[in-house]
């Protein structure tokens, strides 16, 4: 059965809750079944316990299948996320998935540079995780402080590349810099994205311009998750040229960045 016809909703018990940095969560969950058939790019919905009526979208950021755990690392925006924030280990969450669109991977020792922007980092681990030292990952923060996930990365085997827009960690400035200098020195087979609509399209134009194929998640407001409601409609071109509204959630999150319409 493909990863994405595989769709749960259940109680998954806690194994850990760790905060990465203030108001910056790390949830590892025990689901044996999801984390088989999850892929990378693809998220989970949790609903909070008590008043609300909307899951969460929360990017996969980690799947151990040989533990039956997914791990997730979400930022507290609002109400929901807050409420998500007080689990603890041993505690049970609500959660759908896996849902969506992951990305298409080549070979593991395929050259890639992987890139994410801010909260949009965490989908990056599994493909680091997954290519190892064939890959380059350029992380974008507003400062050293909101810098998560870099031991992660190391510790799968890539270079690392860190960037702040302040210059407090890292090289300061916008991801694009090394990302043009890592294309001239050894041009990539692929490059994954995520992160603000801004960098992507960035990332987007650059890819295009030399000739690199590049997927990238995008991040958008869900309410269902699974393609029947409209809060997280994007343009995209189908093949013929012709622009069609498809959904983030059940056509993506992971699109062809030549197929996104980035000016509308």
Same mark, same amino acid.
């Given at each position: 059965?493909?990863?994405?016809d595989y769709i749960r909703s259940m109680q998954y018990p806690i194994h850990t809750m760790t905060?990465?940095?203030?108001?910056?969560?790390?949830? @590892?969950?025990?689901?044996?079944?999801?984390?088989?058939?999850?892929?990378?790019?693809?998220?989970?919905?949790?609903?909070?316990?008590?008043?609300?009526?909307?899951?969460?979208?929360?990017?996969? %950021?980690?799947?151990?299948?040989?533990?039956?755990?997914?791990?997730? $690392?979400?930022? $507290? /925006?609002?109400?929901?996320?807050?409420?998500?924030?007080?689990? /603890?280990?041993?505690?049970?969450?609500?959660?759908?998935?896996?849902?969506? &669109?992951?990305?298409?991977? +080549?070979?593991?020792?395929?050259?890639?540079?992987?890139?994410?922007?801010?909260?949009?980092?965490?989908?990056?681990? +599994?493909? !680091?995780?997954?290519?190892?030292?064939?890959?380059? @990952?350029?992380?974008?923060?507003?400062?050293?402080?909101?810098?998560?996930?870099?031991?992660?990365? !190391?510790?799968?085997?890539?270079?690392?590349?860190? %960037?702040?827009d302040d210059g407090s960690a890292g090289n300061k400035g916008l991801v694009t810099v090394p990302?043009?200098? *890592?294309?001239?020195? /050894?041009? +990539?087979?692929?490059?994954?994205? %995520?992160? +603000?609509?801004?960098?992507?399209?960035?990332?987007?134009?650059?890819?295009? *311009?030399?000739g690199i194929p590049c997927q990238v998640s995008l991040e958008e407001r869900m309410g269902c998750? @699974?393609?029947?409601?409209? $809060?997280?409609?994007?343009?995209?071109?189908?093949?013929?040229? *012709?622009? &069609?509204?498809?959904?983030? %959630?059940?056509?993506?999150?992971?699109?062809?960045?030549? /197929?996104?319409?980035?000016?509308?």
């Amino acid at each position: 059965m493909p990863a994405s016809d595989y769709i749960r909703s259940m109680q998954y018990p806690i194994h850990t809750m760790t905060e990465l940095k203030p108001g910056v969560w790390s949830m @590892v969950i025990a689901c044996p079944d999801i984390a088989n058939a999850a892929v990378c790019g693809q998220f989970v919905h949790l609903m909070p316990q008590g008043n609300f009526t909307l899951r969460r979208p929360i990017s996969i %950021c980690e799947i151990d299948r040989n533990a039956g755990t997914l791990r997730v $690392v979400f930022g $507290v /925006r609002g109400k929901g996320t807050a409420q998500l924030a007080t689990l /603890r280990a041993g505690d049970t969450v609500d959660m759908l998935g896996p849902l969506g &669109h992951g990305f298409t991977l +080549p070979d593991a020792d395929t050259p890639v540079i992987l890139i994410g922007g801010g909260i949009g980092t965490p989908p990056m681990l +599994p493909l !680091a995780q997954y290519f190892g030292k064939s890959a380059v @990952v350029i992380s974008g923060f507003r400062n050293a402080d909101a810098v998560i996930l870099q031991e992660d990365f !190391a510790a799968a085997g890539c270079k690392t590349i860190l %960037c702040t827009d302040d210059g407090s960690a890292g090289n300061k400035g916008l991801v694009t810099v090394p990302l043009a200098e *890592e294309i001239t020195a /050894r041009k +990539p087979a692929l490059i994954c994205a %995520c992160g +603000p609509i801004p960098m992507l399209s960035a990332i987007a134009a650059m890819a295009k *311009e030399q000739g690199i194929p590049c997927q990238v998640s995008l991040e958008e407001r869900m309410g269902c998750g @699974v393609g029947a409601c409209l $809060v997280c409609a994007c343009n995209i071109y189908l093949n013929d040229g *012709e622009i &069609h509204a498809a959904h983030v %959630c059940k056509d993506g999150p992971v699109f062809d960045a030549e /197929r996104v319409v980035w000016n509308g």
